[in-house]
């Protein structure tokens, strides 16, 4: 029943600029956020936020990206400005329900490739 379908990948020059979408539906969520996967390199946080609206980014994206959610929507949105060739990775929406459940639930992720 949970759903989290994700949008906005694609391949852009260095410097460039790319925003993803994820629309989740089916349960409410505390936190959602996006999460990187490079070849070669495990899955690691980009960017969080809480319905309360606490944000956290990893370091190598701080000023760079800015994280957004519509509560009302359950949707998250990430703007990735300044794109470096690192930022290349497949990004994936992630959210976390409620209590009690608080299950975490995945996107199927879209590509983000960065290239000259």
């Known amino acids: 029943q949970v759903r989290l379908v994700e949008s906005g990948g694609g391949l852009v020059q260095p410097g460039g600029s790319l925003r993803l979408s994820c629309a989740a539906s089916?349960?409410?969520?505390?936190?959602m956020g996006w999460y990187r996967q490079a070849p070669g390199k495990q899955r690691e946080l980009v960017a969080s936020i809480t319905r309360g609206g606490s944000i956290n980014y990893a370091d190598s994206v701080k000023g760079r990206f800015t994280i957004s959610r519509d509560n009302a929507k359950n949707t998250v949105f990430l703007q990735m400005n300044s794109l470096k060739p690192e930022d290349t990775a497949v990004y994936y929406c992630?959210?976390?329900?409620?209590?009690?459940?608080?299950?975490?639930?995945w996107g199927q992720g879209t590509q983000v490739t960065v290239s000259s």
């Open positions: 992630h959210a976390q329900g409620v209590v009690p459940v608080m299950y975490d639930y």
């Open positions: 089916g349960s409410i969520f505390s936190a």
